[in-house]
C-alpha cells in the first residue's frame, strides 16, 4: 500500500476541538456520534457524488460492491478510486461546485443544538470525503470530526487521499473519541443508515439505525428511526431507565 495511504487521523479537527472545549465546566452526560452521508444529509455516498460529475456512477458502484464483497480491503478501494479521480481528472473546482449544492437533512442543525442543551456532547465518524462533507458537518456545530480526505497536485487534480476512518473500522474511532472525551463506552450514543456502521453500533452503549423503521432493537440497546428528531427522544428514555 503507498505511503499517501496508510492511516492518519485529521489532526486539525482534534485540535481545534480541544481548543472549544478547553473553557467548558458542564460536565457531559456523554457524546452521541454521527455516521454523515444518508444520516446527517441525504447523499448515498460522498465518494458516490464526487463520481457522478463525470457521470461514472456505475463505476463507483462497482468499486464499493467489490469491497462489500470482500474482493478487495478498504485501503485498495481507495487506491482504486484515487486512480479514477486523477483519470477522470477531479479537481478542486468540481469539489467545490458539489459543496454549494450540499444540504443537511431540515432538523439536523435543531436536533443537534438540543442534544447540546441535554448535556451531550455531539461527534461525526464518517468514511466519506472531508473536502466534500466537512464544512457542512461544521455548520451544525459539529466540532469533532474525523473522515476521510483528498490531496491535489500542482494543477488542482485529486493525487492522492489519507485515510482517517475505516467503514469496517469505526470502533477504532469511537475508542479514541472516548479517550479525547474521557468517556467509558457505556456513554456513547451511535447514530447510523448503513450497515457500514455496525461496527460502531456493537461499540456503544447505545445505538439508533436511521433506516426508515420504529421501535427497539432485539438486543435491546439499539432502536430504529425513520428522523433525526427521534434521537434525543431515545436518549431521554435510556436516561429514564437508568434512573429506575
Same mark, same amino acid.
Given at each position: 500500500m503507498r505511503e499517501d495511504l496508510q492511516n492518519t *487521523? +485529521?489532526?486539525?479537527?482534534?485540535?481545534? *476541538? +480541544?481548543a472549544?472545549?478547553?473553557a467548558l465546566v458542564i460536565v457531559m452526560k456523554g457524546v452521541v456520534i454521527f455516521d454523515v452521508d444518508g444520516t446527517l444529509d441525504d447523499e448515498k455516498s460522498s465518494w458516490r457524488l464526487l463520481y457522478s460529475t463525470r457521470d461514472q456512477v456505475a463505476l463507483s458502484d462497482q468499486r464499493f460492491a467489490a469491497f462489500a464483497a470482500g474482493d478487495i480491503d478498504y485501503e485498495s478501494l481507495v487506491e482504486l478510486t484515487v486512480e479514477d479521480? @486523477?483519470?477522470? &481528472?477531479?479537481? @478542486? &473546482?468540481d469539489i467545490d461546485q458539489l459543496k454549494m449544492n450540499l444540504r443537511p437533512k431540515p432538523e439536523a442543525e435543531a436536533v443537534i443544538k438540543k442534544l447540546k442543551e441535554m448535556g451531550w456532547e455531539v461527534a461525526a465518524v464518517s468514511a466519506g470525503v472531508c473536502n466534500l462533507i466537512d464544512e457542512l458537518v461544521s455548520s451544525m456545530g459539529i466540532v469533532l470530526r474525523f473522515c476521510n480526505s483528498l490531496e491535489f497536485d500542482e494543477s488542482g487534480v485529486v493525487c492522492c487521499a489519507k485515510i482517517a476512518v475505516n467503514p469496517t473500522k469505526k470502533d477504532v474511532v469511537i475508542d479514541d473519541i472516548c479517550r479525547y472525551l474521557s468517556l467509558p463506552l457505556e456513554a456513547v450514543v451511535t447514530v447510523g443508515d448503513h450497515a457500514m456502521d455496525f461496527s460502531m453500533f456493537r461499540k456503544s452503549g447505545h445505538y439508533l439505525v436511521f433506516d426508515g423503521g420504529q421501535g427497539p432493537c432485539d438486543d435491546g440497546i439499539g432502536g430504529h428511526i425513520s428522523s433525526l428528531k427521534e434521537v434525543p427522544d431515545w436518549i431521554e428514555r435510556w436516561e429514564n431507565q437508568k434512573r429506575t
Open positions: *487521523y +485529521i489532526a486539525t479537527h482534534v485540535l481545534c *476541538y +480541544i472549544a472545549v478547553g479521480l @486523477r483519470r477522470l &481528472k477531479l479537481n @478542486r &473546482k
